[in-house]
């Protein structure tokens, strides 16, 4: 996990309600990342940033909201329009783009 | 949508034996990179191949990368009992939205002691 920190590492939502996930890096790395996975799935991403400022969505961007003030932070707020948010959320970085992935311990994200 | 599709899905085995997890894809790619996620956790890199390779080594860990059948395998040597894990190909391609790296559905080893 390295220095990368997500918190918490267990939420949940009421109907209706928006959540943020919290995504800390100190690895001083360009882009970050977020990705959903389902039980027994593979990773899809949601969005991304490859500077400060800037981001991009991903192949699952509906009912999420991100933003890039700093460098060393992504936050991921869950919105009350994602129906099915209970899912397993991982954040990652890269020093740059084509370059490996360092991911954060995740967020477990259930509905009450 | 998914680019990479892992092959098999779960695969047993006896400690000591080889593991050999296959990754198809499907649009062109610059690298292909294999992670390693155990239950509940993040996803460790293991290895990365850039599209101008044909093979890797790691230690016990073996990658080979065939560009004309857009096709990767990873090999696992002597496997041990701590192998127990899922293991995802993931592949970084050049698209609209900048370069991005899309992770196939993994194929979940069980290695038995």
């Known amino acids: 996990d390295g220095g990368i920190t997500q918190s918490p590492k267990y939420l949940f939502r009421k109907e209706g309600q928006n959540v943020t996930l919290s995504c800390e890096q100190n690895l001083n790395h360009d882009a970050m990342y977020w990705y959903r996975q389902d039980p027994g799935q593979g990773l899809r991403l949601i969005y991304y940033s490859q500077i400060v400022n800037d981001f991009q969505k991903g192949d699952i961007a509906e009912g999420y909201s991100v933003s890039r003030e700093k460098k060393e932070s992504f936050p991921l707020t869950v919105t009350s329009a994602q129906k099915n948010p209970t899912a397993f959320y991982l954040c990652?970085?890269?020093?740059?783009?084509?370059?490996?992935?360092?991911f954060g311990s995740g967020t477990q994200l259930s509905v009450l | 949508s998914q680019q990479g599709e892992e092959d098999p899905q779960a695969l047993s085995i006896q400690e000591g034996e080889n593991a050999t997890m296959n990754c198809s894809y499907k649009?062109?790619?610059?690298?292909l990179q294999w992670y390693r996620q155990n239950s509940g956790r993040g996803l460790v890199h293991l290895i990365l191949?850039?599209?101008?390779?044909r093979e890797k080594h790691s230690g016990r860990l073996r990658v080979t990368l065939d560009t004309s059948k857009k096709s990767s395998s990873l090999l696992i040597t002597a496997s041990r009992a701590a192998d127990t894990a899922s293991y995802f190909c993931?592949?970084?391609?050049?698209?609209?939205?900048?370069?991005?790296?899309?992770f196939g559905a993994g194929t979940r080893l069980f290695v038995k002691a």
């Open positions: 649009t062109s790619i610059n690298n």
């Open positions: 191949i850039r599209s101008n390779e």
């Open positions: 990652a970085t890269a020093p740059g783009t084509l370059e490996k992935l360092f």
């Open positions: 993931a592949t970084d391609s050049l698209t609209t939205g900048g370069f991005k790296t899309i």
